[in-house]
């Protein structure tokens, strides 16, 4: 029975500091600082070229993040002053569903009012049939009120990590890297290391057993290597040739332009929310952190040229930016066909990468890292059981991603440009995601719907989804507007209007809190 007793993390952007610092944070708490413990504590070691820097884009989160800086004992209001963060609340996707200038939705983090007792969709869409009403997002939520008039999530004297309405942040992945780093060495014990992995030397079980590092005379040995990589994945991708699992044919965006752009001034409000809108042959992200924004095109070069894209893209910008600030990042949709193989995992961009519509990437190295540190292998035998788990859980946890993000795309009415056009042809949409659209014609997304305990995204978010995109559907059959359940969808309509009223007249603007969060930081917990 061989003890796995070392780990070797190749990468230092946030996929590979994550990780780490989750495996050691977890050894830590498990094991407490006696002797005894470091003596059966799994050592952790970072190792990353000092010549290909992290991709340093990657700027939204989901509200998993908090958990995830709160497993490494990180205060809130460090990783705020330190990695340039703001409070993210939601997206809102303009133009998508017909290209008009009124046309938008909003995906909020926080739940339809009442969700765990009532489904209030089945009497929204009634109520919509029978009149207008407001949108789906606007009747179920207050998040979109805040929203609309950057206002923060929680105030100066909410604890730390606690939230009025659900949150998650923007944040510069640079910085983010950098201050994980820092936190890892410096009170996790990951040991680091400076060099290019050049090599990599098998056992005869097609285990690795070392890896050649640029600038040392040993090898480094390790009993469990995680790939981090990004995009080179030279652990999973190029030694062991594990092919991606391509996603082309259902995503079409296969291109990035990022950019940034700075405030007219430094008190100019900062969105609380991803703002995604739809362009001629793709969308652009505008993410604001406290000192400037993020924005970015993500387009099929399938339907659009370099120059087109690049133009609408300094459209956007109102000319804040020009071609030379603007980088280029192709994208190669897919995921590996297998996560975990031997005794290599990969996690983040080697792992795989879909376009960053509703920040998938960076949930899925939480959910990585943290599937590794809590079920982390005592010994090499028990290790091919792990990666088996491993490997399932993700697959599926893929093409979820897939189906949500296509459900995006599907449902546009647009007939304008060919890429919204080519969106709308039935062969591009994954039929696991055709049968879904088929159930939902007949009732509203519930957890029911989904077959496995590995969802990433709750029926909330396809409702908001569903319904913010214009689905047609019909209840009748089902439903009855003078039914208990609708009596309780119209109290929970009532209540989601107390809590607007409520939360706009108490929560502060997101820069004001931002701002005194630099100034005086937020309660510990
Ligand atoms: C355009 C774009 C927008 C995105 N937006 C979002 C978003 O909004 N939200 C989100 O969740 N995610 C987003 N992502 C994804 C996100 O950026 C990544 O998931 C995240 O940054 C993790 O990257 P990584 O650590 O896997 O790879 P990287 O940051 O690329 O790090 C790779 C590391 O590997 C090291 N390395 C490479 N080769 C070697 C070698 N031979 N030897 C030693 N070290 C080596 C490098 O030095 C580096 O440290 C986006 C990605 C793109 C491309």
């Known amino acids: 029975m061989k003890k796995i007793r070392s780990v070797v993390v190749v990468g230092g952007g946030t996929a590979g500091w994550i990780t780490a610092g989750r495996i050691a944070a977890l050894q830590k708490k498990r094991l407490g600082k006696s002797q005894n413990a470091t003596d059966k504590a799994v050592q952790v070691l970072l190792v990353e070229s000092a010549n290909k820097p992290p991709i340093g884009v990657g700027e939204g989160t989901w509200p998993t993040m908090r958990n995830t800086l709160r497993q490494l004992d990180i205060r809130e209001s460090d990783f705020i002053k330190h990695c340039d963060a703001t409070f993210k609340q939601g997206a809102k996707f303009s133009g998508w569903v017909t290209g008009k200038q009124d046309d938008y939705y909003y995906h909020p983090l926080v739940l339809p009012q009442d969700f765990s007792q009532v489904d209030i969709a089945p009497y929204w869409l009634w109520q919509k049939q029978q009149q207008q009403t407001e949108s789906f997002s606007k009747a179920v939520c207050f998040q979109e009120y805040l929203c609309e008039q950057n206002q923060a999530p929680k105030n100066i004297r909410t604890p730390e990590y606690a939230g009025i309405a659900n949150y998650a942040y923007h944040l510069n992945s640079e910085k983010f890297s950098r201050f994980l780093q820092q936190h890892c060495m410096e009170h996790l014990d990951v040991k680091h290391l400076v060099g290019d992995v050049t090599g990599v030397q098998s056992q005869p079980n097609g285990d690795i057993e070392s890896l050649v590092i640029s600038g040392q005379e040993a090898p480094l040995a390790g009993d469990l290597f995680i790939d981090c990589t990004g995009f080179s994945s030279i652990l999973l991708g190029k030694h062991f040739n594990v092919p991606l699992t391509s996603c082309e044919d259902v995503l079409f965006a296969d291109t990035a332009l990022a950019t940034r752009v700075n405030y007219d001034s430094s008190d100019a409000p900062i969105a609380t929310h991803t703002n995604a809108t739809a362009q001629n042959a793709g969308w652009i992200w505008d993410i604001g952190l406290q000192t400037r924004r993020g924005i970015g095109y993500v387009y099929s070069s399938k339907h659009s040229s370099e120059e087109a894209a690049l133009a609408e893209l300094l459209r956007y ?197 931002i701002d005194k969060i630099h100034q005086y930081g937020l309660q510990s917990i």
């Open 317 to 513: 910008t109102g000319g804040q930016v020009n071609e030379a600030d603007v980088r280029k990042i192709p994208i190669n949709s897919g995921y590996r066909q297998t996560f975990w193989k031997n005794n290599c995992v990969a996690v983040g961009l080697s792992a795989g990468f879909i376009e960053p519509l509703e920040a998938s990437a960076l949930v899925l190295v939480e959910l990585s890292a943290s599937m590794i540190a809590e079920q982390f292998p005592a010994t090499r035998e028990l290790m091919d059981i792990v990666a088996k788990r491993f490997n399932d859980t993700f697959s599926y946890r893929w093409q979820r991603i897939v189906d949500f993000l296509k459900l995006h795309y599907v449902l546009t009415k647009r007939q304008d440009t060919a890429f919204w056009k080519d969106n709308q042809d039935m062969t591009s949409v994954p039929e696991s995601l055709q049968e879904l659209l088929q159930l939902w014609r007949y009732h509203s997304p519930r957890d029911y719907d989904f077959t496995s305990n590995n969802e990433v995204f709750p029926a909330a978010s396809w409702q908001y989804v569903l319904f913010g995109m214009g689905f047609e559907a019909d209840y009748s059959h089902t439903y009855n507007p003078d039914s208990y359940s609708s009596n309780m969808a119209n109290q929970a309509m009532m209540k989601n209007k107390g809590m607007v009223d409520r939360c706009v007249a108490q929560l502060p603007k997101h820069r004001e809190l």
